[in-house]
């Protein structure tokens, strides 16, 4: 294995950013290879945990020769993002400098070839670190960006164009759901990951071996030791499943028997009012239509001083806040329902 330190150049004179890439060099010319990130957006991190106990299990198989393809790892993916606290919270999402979040304009090549970026040039220093990660994962077959939702069961954002063909993957990591889209995404790494792909012909893009996802790994706070570990386990299913690296002791995964829906299906279901939510269901629950999922108590301690959300139609929650207060407007759940929203999306769901 070897490990290198990116630099990215901070936005004022010395100011710059460091985070460590590892590469483990595949024994086979034709395996496919893969690349591992996480905390795109700085403070996600059960994925970064889930690299930390993925890693000993890789050292080991490097040390037998059973890295078969090559596999580039990178545990904390934005120094940026890491570091900015405001007034004691962190917040890893949107760049102080910009307002952009770090998960979207990100570079569409028209090839799946990293010298036609553009070169980077001093400032903004988000612009710099996404043209470095694309440059970092292009032409690796199988990309792998590892994000969490607030509260959530582990699931999978995947290009339409590489279902079912993932559905193993998805198996192997043991998710509980997969959530298809197409079209744009507002250029998130995923959408960076898989475009050039998607502008070749298909028997070149060989669509089917190829593996693109956002990872969202269940909310914020499930950073656990066995969490953690059963990630780790659920990744290293993923590799051995796709060739990557060689493990005669783990089993196909079978086949994939969680929710799988297109993005137009998602209920991003919002409260009219401001106030504290009281929630009635958790992610991973189905619910009916017009099934009560959360009461909003905006006007405590008055009649008719709170009001109730209800389903717009049956589905399984997929997410929740981990917050409590809520502003009018704010999202209070997600849900995969049954059939197309009738407020359905496309592109990105969140800012
Ligand atoms: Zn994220």
């Not at 080991?60 to 919270?89: H, K």
């Not at 917040?91 to 998960?103: E, I, K, L, P, V």
């Not at 250029?187 to 792909?197: K, L, N, W």
Request: glycine share 10%; aromatic share 6%; net charge negative.
């Amino acid at each position: 294995m070897h490990k290198s330190i990116e630099t990215i150049v901070g936005d004022t004179e010395g100011v710059s950013y460091e985070f460590p890439v590892f590469r483990f060099s595949g024994a086979s010319a034709g395996a496919p290879s893969a690349y591992l990130q996480a905390a795109l957006h700085g403070g996600e991190l059960p994925g970064v945990v889930a690299i930390d106990a993925l890693m000993p299990k890789l050292r080991r198989a490097a040390d037998e020769g059973r890295v078969l393809g090559n596999i580039t790892v990178v545990p904390w993916a934005n120094p940026i993002g890491r570091a900015q606290y405001q007034f004691g919270d962190h917040q890893g999402r949107f760049h102080f400098g910009t307002r952009n979040n770090f998960n979207r304009d990100f570079p569409l090549l028209e090839k799946p070839d990293a010298s036609l970026l553009p070169p980077e040039v001093p400032g903004p220093a988000d612009k710099s670190l996404k043209r470095r990660l694309v440059a970092l994962s292009m032409g690796h077959d199988i990309v792998l960006d590892l994000h969490c939702d607030d509260e959530g069961v582990p699931y999978l954002y995947v290009p339409a164009q590489l279902w079912p063909a993932m559905a193993d993957c998805a198996a192997a990591m043991g998710v509980e759901a997969v959530v298809l889209w197409q079209g744009a995404s507002g250029g998130a790494f995923e959408e960076a990951s898989i475009h050039p792909y998607l502008q070749m012909p298909a028997g070149e893009a060989k669509l089917d071996q190829r593996v693109v996802t956002t990872v969202e790994y269940r909310g914020v706070v499930d950073v656990e030791r066995d969490l953690a570990q059963a990630d780790a386990d659920g990744l290293y299913r993923l590799l051995v499943a796709r060739g990557v690296v060689d493990d005669k002791t783990i089993a196909a995964p079978s086949a994939f028997a969680g929710v799988v829906a297109p993005l137009e299906n998602i209920e991003m279901v919002t409260t009219p009012k401001a106030g504290a939510v009281l929630y009635d269901v958790k992610p991973g629950d189905r619910v009916r239509a017009g099934q009560r999922l959360a009461t909003i108590v905006h006007a405590p301690g008055e009649k008719n001083g709170s009001l109730e959300i209800a389903a717009p139609q049956a589905g399984f929650v997929l997410t929740r806040r981990s917050i409590r207060v809520l502003p009018a407007g704010g999202d209070v759940i997600k849900l995969v329902g049954e059939r197309r929203s009738a407020d359905a999306r496309t592109g990105a769901l969140e800012d």
